[in-house]
């Protein structure tokens, strides 16, 4: 869990309703904390001593992971230099002043790039960010900043499993295990074959599935034979409870040959219906799979992961083979045969819903990422077979775009959820230390 250190720091000279706007603004982190789960720690009174908040600093070093940093007033340049010179991560917050006329009440703003310049002078490499804003329970800028801190912290205990490897051949999408667990904690759990689904498949429980079954037939149209809706979703169970079993929050799994080989079946119907909860990879993509959590996270709706394999003068086009999450695809959606194996499910084709949508990728070994938003329309009603989405007013010219993602590198795959949160994830990969290109 998050645990979530906060002060507020002042000088006598400011004494305008200073220690309501701070016992304000513990209040609602109270509250917050119960509604997004995590813990704070806070110090009662506001600090104008320097060697208070020296005390308190060196108190928190071990029991926090940020301190968030609330500059009420301005305050003098030596709490500065003690923050600047502290270890912890901090997140400023500055208050906005309650009417432009008369004297400043708190000066906070100009107190937060007072300190911000200090750590700069200090301890130029310290890692920090802002916000500026009232402290109201509903408010977005201070939810938003807690969201990135909850995924900073559980990015350090994260799960993936790595199921079978990478799709053979696919050398872009390999990442180094040790590179994720030094870089970020993040600990890969392979599964070198299919044996273990083979095996909790054959100890399902019948009725479990039957249930499933009658729920999602509600959902899609099955035009192919009902066996592939049993096998697909036989899997879908398998894969959900090994993901519970190893406490796994995200899954890369190598589809192909290995389900074909092993249970006759394409997988993408399964992994779209996994997504749902769980994000799941196709093709082994361990940093796809990276990205699909970051995006969940964020984004609190299911993600998928996409090939960009058209563009034209106004849009791109995304396409994959049908491992779309129901929630986010438009009716009608049927359970269909794999696009390039006639006979053979199961998959998912359909249309992605309209609306505003975020894009990302990691590069080969965190090199860098990729943000980018567009908005999802249907200018005509043909469509590739699999899972398709049309993508316009995009923020660059799409030819610009695929020069972009080609001259840097990036693997062909981008990870998509709906929203626009491309600044969020670029202030997740500020603290991780990835550059990130945006447009």
């Known amino acids: 869990m998050l645990k979530l250190g906060f002060l507020g720091v002042t000088q006598k000279t400011f004494k305008s309703q200073k220690e309501d706007i701070y016992n304000r603004s513990i209040d609602v982190l109270l509250k917050l904390s119960q509604k997004l789960s995590f813990e704070l720690i806070y110090s009662p009174s506001l600090i104008e001593d320097p060697f208070i908040l020296q005390k308190i600093l060196e108190e928190w070093q071990d029991k926090i992971d940020f301190l968030l940093f609330q500059t009420t007033t301005f305050a003098g340049g030596f709490l500065g230099e003690i923050l600047a010179k502290s270890d912890l991560p901090v997140i400023f917050w500055a208050i906005p002043e309650l009417e432009i006329k008369g004297n400043l009440k708190w000066n906070s703003l100009c107190s937060l790039n007072f300190f911000a310049s200090l750590i700069k002078k200090f301890n130029p490499k310290k890692k920090f960010d802002w916000i500026y804003t009232f402290p109201e329970e509903e408010n977005k800028e201070l939810i938003e900043m807690l969201k990135v801190l909850k995924i900073l912290k559980n990015l350090k205990s994260l799960k993936i499993i790595h199921l079978v490897g990478t799709a053979p051949g696919f050398f872009n999408l390999e990442v180094s295990y040790e590179l994720l667990k ?15 689904i083979v095996e909790i498949i054959k100890s399902l429980d019948k009725n479990e599935l039957e249930k499933t079954k009658e729920e999602i037939k509600k959902i899609i149209n099955i035009p192919i034979e009902e066996k592939w809706l049993d096998e697909g979703l036989k899997i879908a169970i398998a894969l959900e409870e090994l993901a519970k079993k190893e406490n796994a929050k995200a899954i890369a799994s190598r589809c192909w040959p290995d389900f074909r080989e092993t249970l006759s079946i394409f997988p993408c119907f399964s992994f779209a219906i996994v997504s749902e909860k769980i994000p799941v990879s196709c093709e082994g993509d361990i940093l796809s799979a990276l990205g699909m959590y970051i995006l969940k996270e964020i984004s609190e709706k299911p ?10 003068n106004k849009s791109i086009i995304l396409w994959h083979c049908g491992n779309t999450s129901l929630s986010l695809t438009k009716p009608p959606i049927s359970l269909d045969y ?10 998912i084709d359909s249309k992605f ?11 080969q070994d965190l090199k860098n990422a990729l943000i980018f938003s567009g908005k999802i ?11 398709f989405a049309y993508i316009t007013d995009l923020p660059i010219k799409p030819r610009e775009l695929f020069d972009t993602i080609v001259k840097e590198g990036f693997p062909h795959h981008l990870v998509l959820s709906y929203g626009n949160f491309v600044a969020l994830i670029k202030k997740v990969l500020y603290w991780l230390e990835i550059p990130s290109i945006t447009f």
């Open 182 to 196: 030094s870089k970020f904690g993040i600990e890969i759990k392979n599964y070198p074959s299919l044996d273990i």
């Open 338 to 347: 794999q696009f390039n194996h006639p006979g053979m499910g199961s998959t």
């Open 303 to 312: 993600t998928s992961v996409l090939d960009l394999v058209y563009y034209d």
């Open 377 to 387: 329309s249907y200018p005509f009603e043909s469509k590739f077979k699999g899972s």
């Open 353 to 363: 819903k309209e609306g505003e949508v975020t894009l990302f990728s990691f590069n």
